[in-house]
Nanobody
Framework: VQLQASGGGLVQAGDSLRLSCAASGRSGNILLMGWFRQAPGKEREFVGAITWAGGDTLYADSVKGRFTISRDNAKNSVFLQMNSLKSEDTAVYYC????????????WGQGTQVTVSS
């Protein structure tokens, strides 16, 4: 499975941004797609995830109510809609895939930078 993340950029606090992650290869084996982020000097943290088949979602408390994950199975893509962005949302955002039979995210995209100016 190959993942390609895109959509990052420089925005102001309160703005919105939508990230995309396109999957290719053996995408039929995907069970779960997740979004993670890593700010400078900090550990990578979980942002949210969506089940590939059912579309059930889970979010970190820090983004709940502001971020929404969706998917388009026909396009093998997942999206991270980020609203009401804050300066603390500044990070490199990564998408990741967990495949059937695995209990960890084995496949990672290259990351896309999101910078929120206050």
């Amino acid at each position: 499975v190959q993942l390609q993340a895109s959509g990052g950029g420089l925005v102001q606090a309160g703005d919105s941004l939508r990230l995309s992650c396109a999957a290719s290869g053996r995408s039929g084996n995907i069970l779960l797609m997740g979004w993670f982020r890593q700010a400078p000097g900090k550990e990578r943290e979980f942002v949210g995830a969506i089940t590939w088949a059912g579309g059930d979602t889970l979010y970190a408390d820090s983004v709940k109510g502001r971020f929404t994950i969706s998917r388009d199975n026909a396009k093998n893509s997942v999206f991270l809609q980020m609203n009401s962005l804050k300066s603390e949302d500044t990070a490199v955002y990564y998408c990741a895939a967990m495949t059937v039979g695995r209990n960890k995210y084995d496949y990672w995209g290259q990351g896309t930078q999101v910078t929120v100016s206050s």
